[in-house]
């Protein structure tokens, strides 16, 4: 891994500075670039971590969808965190909420330069098709955080397009499905295998996996604006092959010694947020319900005391029945939105100068969550499953019944937390146990779809992909939210259905980016909704 980390080093040196007269050439004039003479393969761990710095941390999803969807909660006011928890701005939220934006098309951007490296090189078809659906995976992002965003003239500053079209949201999907589609028969063992890969390490037969997973997902997003091509696209992923097992998840290793950090593991290890970001009430109230195992591995309760609970060598009381979620919409000053006037607050820690208004709340363990070099997650087998039994629940031909796939996904889903930190683990035989006493409620589809659904809240929250619980919450409604209704929020009481766009996109791109604008039911706000949220 150190080893691949340096070559992503060597790639931009030769890339930003050039250390030749060749590499400063093509440093120069970026169309003098070949595979003859830059390794494309340099480029992909690039834009495969580019994904990952727009899903974590301070790129924004920590701070806003990780609150929007109530997996977190943070009782302070003023706070960065006020954005989420509250709905209420922070001093630097338009930075946050451009960053997912550049830091998604930057990633794509990387995997579009592999694509004109290897053009016309059969050798490297491999390598293409990955980069492409690394592309693909930043643009469903954007589309799917923003709405309508440049994807038809986007990447294309090289060829004099500075000033993209926005697309509409509804053309993108089918394309992105049509070239996904395209792309994955690309893929051939035989041929030389990407070198530099750090998802699957170059093994095609995995990226073929993913690539029928990620169609899944995509297709799913259009089951409530476009069924019948939803409907078309999830048999084809299902007979095409997604994940079989937790072996096939998507996610990338950290690796901290080289400068490479788990983002949302690195803003938990700031002091404020350590001691202030606890698990949120709806979530914990819906574990502690069915004694899910996942209980006692995620959360723990801070020791006593303001000291003790800043101590982040200190581990929590991790006791399932001793853990309570934080409701959302509160502070610590004192007055009617006084954390301390909740229904059942569990009263403060400690004495004194040392009392810890909030110690009664868990939070998520820091053995699973702080280690700089915890996996960070894009896709992964109990998501992939509770996505075939919602499918299968709408009588879609995806194989096995709509209970088969959600015990398979449910049971998957506990079994991941091993891939974060082997010593908390929970073992096959008790998540198989907990999916056989819990099972699909099939008494009627609405039923399933809310079962469904709030498994993937609860996996995406507690996997820390907070994009993703986010985004399936909106297209599907599930788990039921209230929102906060918190004095000066931005959204009038309204869980934020998209992200703004930059602020810089009215400066730079302007006539397009008025008539994305104008395409947007209520404009460009917090509350506007994308074409597939209904």
């Known amino acids: 891994m150190k080893k691949i980390f340096i070559y992503i080093t060597f790639a931009s040196l030769i890339i930003v500075a050039g250390c030749t007269k060749k590499f400063d050439s093509i440093n120069t004039d970026p169309t003098q670039a070949s595979a003859s003479t830059f390794d494309p393969n340099l480029l992909l761990p690039t834009a495969e971590l580019g994904y990952m710095s727009a899903i974590q941390g301070y790129s924004g999803p920590i701070l806003f969808q990780s609150m929007w969807v109530q997996t977190l909660a943070n009782a302070e006011y003023p706070s960065y965190y006020t954005n989420g928890d509250k709905y209420v701005a922070s001093g630097n939220i338009l930075t946050y909420d451009a960053s997912t934006w550049n830091n998604a098309y930057i990633a794509a951007s990387k995997a579009h330069e592999i694509q004109d490296l290897t053009k016309g090189n059969a050798d490297l078809i491999n390598l293409r098709g990955v980069a492409l659906i690394v592309q693909l995976i930043n ?123 788990n983002g949302n593991s690195g803003a938990l290890q700031v002091p404020e947020d350590y001691t202030q970001v606890r698990w949120g009430k709806k979530l914990i109230d819906m574990l502690k319900a069915t004694n899910d195992p996942r209980l006692g591995v995620i959360a723990e309760v801070p020791m006593p005391g303001k000291a003790n609970a800043g101590n982040e060598s200190l581990a929590g009381d991790p006791t399932p029945a001793n853990q309570q979620g934080m409701p959302n919409g509160y502070d610590q000053n004192g007055g009617a939105t006084d954390i301390s006037t909740a229904a059942d607050y569990p009263g403060a820690t400690g004495t004194g100068d040392d009392a810890n208004p909030i110690g009664g709340y868990s939070r998520p363990t820091s053995a699973l969550y702080l280690n700089l070099n915890t996996p960070g997650f894009i896709l992964t087998y109990a998501e992939t499953e509770l996505l075939l039994a919602e499918a299968a629940a709408d009588g879609w031909n995806v194989g096995a019944s709509a209970s088969v796939h959600y015990a398979n996904g449910l049971s998957a889903a506990l079994q991941t937390y091993g891939t974060l930190n082997g010593s908390t683990s929970i073992s096959a035989a008790t998540a198989d146990a907990y999916a056989a006493s819990n099972p699909l409620d099939i008494s009627s589809t609405a039923n ?87």
């Open 139 to 261: 643009l469903e992002l954007v589309t799917d955080v923003y709405g309508d965003c440049p994807y038809s003239q986007a990447l294309q500053a090289k060829s004099g397009v500075s000033l993209p079209v926005y697309d509409k949201q509804q053309d993108i999907y089918p394309s992105m499905l049509n070239t996904l589609d395209s792309v994955i028969a690309t893929l051939d063992p035989s041929k030389a295998l990407p070198t530099n890969d750090i998802i699957y390490k170059g093994d095609v037969s995995k990226w073929k996996k993913f690539g029928y997973s990620l169609m899944l997902r995509m297709a799913m997003r259009l089951t409530k604006v476009d069924p019948a091509t939803a409907q078309k696209y999830a048999e084809k992923a299902y007979s095409g092959g997604t994940f079989t097992s937790n072996d096939d998840n998507a996610y990338i290793k950290f690796d901290n010694n080289s400068g490479y950090q």
């Open 448 to 534: 399933s779809l809310q079962q469904i659904n709030t498994q993937i809240w609860i996996t995406t929250g507690t996997l820390f992909n907070f994009e993703e619980a986010w985004i399936n919450w909106r297209r599907s409604g599930y788990p039921d939210l209230t929102p906060v209704n918190y004095t000066g929020n931005f959204t009038n009481a309204t869980i934020p259905r998209r992200q703004i766009y930059p602020s810089s996109e009215a400066t730079n791109n302007g006539a397009n980016y008025k008539a994305a604008v104008s395409a947007l039911t209520g404009g460009d706000q917090w509350t506007s909704r994308v074409w597939w949220d209904k």
